[in-house]
């Protein structure tokens, strides 16, 4: 039950986080004109991916800062956390 309890912690705090965040980041580029169009292209080609295909990028993009990227293209998944 306490699992339960976490996941439903984390899940409501990742929503709401995610939900303000994103409403500011709509009003800097309501207001701003020039972040609004260099935004744009960024957010239309982000908005047309599959969002299934963000899943890795964001995986090898943490695991390169992490000092887990392979030189070769691929992301040392395993080590990645262990680390």
């Not at 899940?11 to 309501?30: D, H, Q, Y």
């Not at 207001?31 to 299934?52: G, R, T």
């Not at 295909?53 to 691929?74: E, F």
């Amino acid at each position: 039950m306490e699992h339960l309890g976490v996941t439903c912690f984390e899940t409501m705090v990742g929503f709401v986080s995610g939900a303000i965040l994103g409403v500011l980041i709509a009003i800097i580029l309501w207001w701003s004109k020039f972040l609004s169009k260099v935004a744009d292209p960024f957010l239309v080609i982000l908005n047309s991916l599959p969002k299934i295909a963000l899943g890795p990028v964001i995986i090898i993009w943490v695991g390169a800062r992490n000092g887990s990227y392979n030189y070769n293209g691929t992301c040392n998944f395993i080590n990645s956390y262990s680390t």
